[in-house]
């Protein structure tokens, strides 16, 4: 059984194949069109995880999409009703939910064939039931709390759940216009970050100030006694006013969500990026992440003791929120976590397609998502003859190239570059799920040398000097450099760790403000290639961590070696590793 599972009309759209029950591959439109958040119908995804598994669009069995337009529709009319000044803003949304049943008209179009050639069966997943999916039946988790937490989707913000075996038991739900992502992206917005997804700069932001308005914060959003909240919906627009969301072809965006009340409260907001930031903006940054977490701990605390069940699976554009998701031991009783690579909307395409499988097939769990590895992989040929595409502009800047076949040589040359202070692109294998880079589209360098954060941020990321950087650690020797316990994984760079103070001033490129870290753990099972660099690494320093950053200007991660060879050529990296190409800038003979 072939399920093609999508996530469209919305940002970050994305495309995943699952053949029964096994999820062979995903990617998210952004990596092929270049621009960021890509929303709208994720065609070239598609057209890419089709001919990848060497099939035709008329092979696949179902596709599944994880929207549904008729969820909770009853509600979203008698809202239209009762609060008419937001009836564009409901229009608005109905409109986008609507073209998810044109989703076979679309494939046609962008396949060039009549619909009726399109035999598969389209199966719609309500939004947060898509969500669930996506973590709990991945998970290694026979039975577990669920829960999802973002901004809205099919006019639900909250959800949580049951899992067992191949069930999920909905325990209850947030309704709109209550939404903790919209809490936080209002607040975001207010801060100066208008663009869709600055939500992380908040969380980067919020290391360098104290929570000192957070009393004020709990006038916004309120703790209800059933374990879930509300907000006071007089600081927002989207409520009353309505708001405009683009998920039209192309970067998706938003209008304000705050309101003049929000303004009264804070006083005026940051404009833009290119304003100064304060320490009031630095302190209201923490105030909004305690809120956050406050609010998060609530949900979860109160949904261990109605499930008296130890394990965990959370999803949601929420739940990319790391600093949060590293307390979850110690604010709550949960022992066992999972959080998918992409908890956002991306990961809904995963969500939705394993969601039918389950449906359908009746089979037994049998798939556990150990991997983000699902992307597109290179063969030496194709990497060969894009440096000869290149190779002008690579001999203006007198570029030295060397195939080095041997692997753990070239572990040990880069590992010795990286000691030097050299800043390297890294491109290895299939590309990462999701929005971090994990070891194969990464730029890596020395988490020893404090100036790397500035090298980073000034001459190659061109971003906010705030922005924090995350520590790549062996597996074995989390526990020697961050206060955690021993058997915690962070595979997929999903939770912030505080680091042992002994240890902070040697990795100063990645310690926090605050002394933490957003790390991720290497299993020499999981990415051989990218442990024998850091071990190679830790054989002349000794230290097991390298500094991780996703391979980008300002863009999304790097897809293609084109790519990977041209913000190589425009930045001031030092070096570039292609599969088994090392590639050394400015070479002096």
């Not at 039918?356 to 556990?368: A, E, G, L, M, T």
């Not at 041209?566 to 030092?574: A, L, V």
Request: aromatic letters at 10%; one cysteine or more; a neutral charge.
């Amino acid at each position: 059984m072939k399920i093609l599972g999508i996530n469209a009309y919305h940002g970050d759209s994305s495309a995943c194949l699952v053949v029964d029950g096994i999820l062979v591959n995903a990617i998210e439109e952004e990596r092929i069109r270049r621009i960021k958040h890509w929303a709208g119908f994720p065609i070239e995804s598609i057209k890419w995880c089709i001919s990848n598994a060497g099939l035709s669009i008329t092979d696949i069995d179902y596709i599944a999409i994880s929207r549904d337009p008729s969820a909770h529709l009853h509600k979203k009319i008698l809202r239209t009703l009762i609060k008419t000044p937001s009836v564009d803003f409901i229009k608005n949304r109905i409109s986008n939910l609507s073209k998810i049943s044109t989703v076979k008209t679309a494939i046609a179009t962008g396949f060039n064939l009549d619909i009726s050639d399109i035999k598969a069966q389209v199966k719609n997943v309500e939004h947060h039931k898509s969500h669930i999916a996506s973590t709990f039946f991945v998970s290694p988790f026979d039975e577990a709390a669920c829960i999802t937490v973002d901004g809205f989707g099919d006019f639900l913000s909250t959800m949580r759940a049951f899992g067992k075996g191949t069930n999920i038991k909905i325990y209850d739900w947030v309704e709109y216009p209550h939404s903790l992502g919209i809490f936080y992206t209002a607040l975001t917005q207010y801060l100066g970050f208008k663009n869709y997804g600055d939500e992380y700069k908040v969380m980067g932001l919020s290391a360098y100030g104290k929570p000192v308005y957070l009393e004020k914060m709990r006038g916004i959003v309120k703790l209800k006694k059933n374990g879930l909240f509300e907000l006071d919906t007089t600081f927002f627009n989207h409520t009353n006013q309505g708001t405009q969301m683009m998920w039209e072809n192309g970067k998706p965006e938003i209008d304000i969500l705050y309101s003049d009340k929000l303004i009264d409260c804070f006083g005026k907001s940051r404009l833009n990026n290119d304003d100064e930031i304060t320490r009031y903006h630095m302190d209201l940054a923490s105030s909004i992440q305690a809120m956050y977490e406050e609010v998060f701990f609530h949900i979860l605390n109160d949904f261990f003791y109605k499930t008296n069940c130890e394990s965990i699976t959370l999803a949601g554009g929420c739940i990319q929120n790391s600093l949060a998701n590293g307390k979850i031991k110690d604010k709550t009783k949960f022992k066992n976590i999972y959080i998918p690579p992409a908890s956002y909307d991306a990961g809904t395409a995963i969500g939705a397609s394993i969601y039918v499988w389950y449906k359908i097939s009746n089979s037994n769990r049998s798939f556990v998502m150990e991997s983000p590895y699902l992307g597109p992989k290179y063969k030496e040929q194709e990497i060969k003859d894009c440096i000869e595409n290149h190779n002008l502009e690579l001999a203006k800047m007198n570029c030295k190239i060397e195939l080095v076949k041997d692997e753990l040589e070239l572990c040990k040359k880069t590992a010795k570059l990286i000691e030097n202070g050299n800043v390297i692109g890294w491109f290895q294998g299939m590309s990462e799920f999701g929005p971090r880079a994990l070891g194969n589209r990464s730029i890596v360098c020395d988490p020893r040398k404090p100036e790397m954060k500035d090298i980073l941020n000034e001459r190659i990321k061109r971003r906010e000097w705030f922005r924090p950087f995350a520590p790549s650690i062996l597996e074995e020797k989390v526990s020697e450099w961050f206060e955690c316990m021993k058997d915690d994984s962070v595979p997929f760079m999903e939770k912030v760790f505080m680091i042992k103070e002994t240890k902070q001033k040697l990795i100063p490129a990645v310690c926090h403000m605050d002394g933490t870290g957003r790390l991720q753990t290497i299993s020499s099972k999981l990415n051989p290639k990218y442990y024998n660099l850091i071990k190679e690494f830790e054989n002349l320093t000794g230290v097991p961590i390298i500094l991780n950053t996703s391979f980008n200007e300002n863009e999304p991660i790097v897809n293609t070696p084109s790519e990977a060879i041209e913000c190589f050529i425009r930045t001031k990296m030092d070096n570039l590793v292609l599969e088994d190409f090392l590639i050394t800038k400015n070479h002096k003979k």
